[in-house]
């Protein structure tokens, strides 16, 4: 058996909520892409299934337990997915994954290059956390 028959196949967890592709412009000085983007891309996909289970408004109020586990290159596509975990009184606490493809290789599989989970908070029009609708 091979090396490759060997590793399991990962799967992303969660709904896809978005998909882009690693430009220049988003690199860091040693030319890998730059980790804000990705956090940047993170906190938007997280974004999505908080503001549908708040019904409205979110602010993010946290991040923790972020892992970098591959670097992203100029011209991969990465895809972000999203899973609400828990729910509190306003609180939505989201994990997200980016996975990155290979746009060079014909036959790229792809790979789980971060991961962390975001806390949003259910907010009204004056930016004061609200009350999440009943599930």
Not at 72 to 83: I, L, P
Request: proline content about 7%; aromatic content about 6%.
């Amino acid at each position: 058996m091979t090396d490759a028959e060997q590793t399991p196949v990962l799967l992303p967890e969660g709904q896809p909520v978005g998909r882009v592709i690693a430009m220049p412009a988003d690199t860091n000085p040693e030319g890998d892409i730059f980790g804000g983007w990705l956090l940047a891309q993170m906190d938007l996909a997280g974004a999505t299934p908080a503001f549908e289970r708040a019904n409205g408004r979110c602010a993010t109020v946290a991040l923790d337990g972020m892992v970098f586990h591959q670097p992203v290159s100029v011209g991969d596509e990465v895809s972000t997915y999203a899973k609400v975990i828990h729910t509190g009184r306003t609180s939505i606490r989201v994990h997200v994954e980016v996975w990155k493809r290979s746009r060079g290789e014909a036959e790229a599989r792809s790979v789980r290059v971060t991961e962390g989970v975001f806390t949003y908070v259910a907010i009204d029009a004056d930016r004061k956390p609200r009350p999440l609708p009943a599930a």
